[in-house]
T-cell receptor
Framework: AQRVTQPEKLLSVFKGAPVELKCNYS??????LFWYVQYSRQRLQLLLR??SRESIKGFTADLNKGETSFHLKKPFAQEEDSAMYYC?????????????FGQGTTLQVKP | DADVTQTPRNRITKTGKRIMLECSQT?????MYWYRQDPGLGLRLIYY???????NKGEISDGYSVSRQAQAKFSLSLESAIPNQTALYFC????????????????FGAGSRLTVL
């Protein structure tokens, strides 16, 4: 079965420290993975997708098929990065728009 | 103005009552979705619609129904609300194409918080 696991409910770091939000998935085919973010009092929004291979707000995520992971990383955390982060996987194949979300990780960046 | 608007934003109701959550969008997207968010469980898909004549069940559709009144409107109904339907409900939209703003990139509403007593 397709599944997304985010093992940490809460990750707390100090400003300037490196951040890694973990995401593991189970999917037998070729996965399409995303990170969505929800800042306080804002809507859930796309942060990045693996097929774009881009860096958004200093965040990057590399798909590791061997480890079935898509961890989100940033070398130096900022206070404005504090938010809820969701890893998501497309259900099935193709452009279905049906996402399977992980449980979410709250990132708290302390001053 | 928001691209995806949900009403009501907050609702408290009693067990057994019928509740409708409404979603409207100005994105011009064909596809609309209803997700439910529960702490520790993430978001789970309730129903989705790829166009006005297309309605599909998601992973947790029991106890819910939907109506796609127009391309821009997709409502979620709880015919007889129960306490374990207390949650934050999100409407989302996407277009049907590929590429940067394709079908797999969702635009979310602000959420409707429902409490069933």
């Amino acid at each position: 079965a397709q599944r997304v696991t985010q093992p940490e409910k809460l990750l707390s770091v100090f400003k300037g420290a490196p951040v890694e939000l973990k995401c593991n998935y189970s999917y037998s085919g070729s996965p399409e993975l995303f990170w969505y973010v929800q800042y306080s009092r804002q809507r859930l929004q796309l942060l990045l997708r693996h097929i774009s291979r881009e860096s958004i707000k200093g965040f990057t995520a590399d798909l590791n098929k061997g480890e079935t992971s898509f961890h989100l990383k940033k070398p130096f955390a900022q206070e404005e990065d504090s938010a809820m982060y969701y890893c998501a996987l497309i259900r099935g194949s193709g452009n279905t728009g049906k996402l399977i979300f992980g449980q979410g990780t709250t990132l708290q960046v302390k001053p | 103005d928001a691209d995806v608007t949900q009403t009501p934003r907050n609702r408290i109701t009693k067990t057994g009552k019928r509740i409708m959550l409404e979603c409207s969008q100005t994105k011009g997207h064909d596809r609309m979705y209803w997700y439910r968010q529960d702490p520790g469980l993430g978001l789970r898909l309730i129903y989705y619609s790829f166009d006005v004549k297309d309605i599909n069940k998601g992973e947790i559709s029991d106890g819910y129904s939907v109506s796609r009144q127009a391309q821009a409107k997709f409502s979620l109904s709880l015919e007889s609300a129960i306490p374990n339907q207390t949650a934050l409900y999100f409407c989302a939209t996407s277009d049907s194409g590929t590429g940067g703003s394709g079908a797999n990139v969702l635009t979310f509403g602000a959420g409707s918080r429902l409490t069933v007593l």
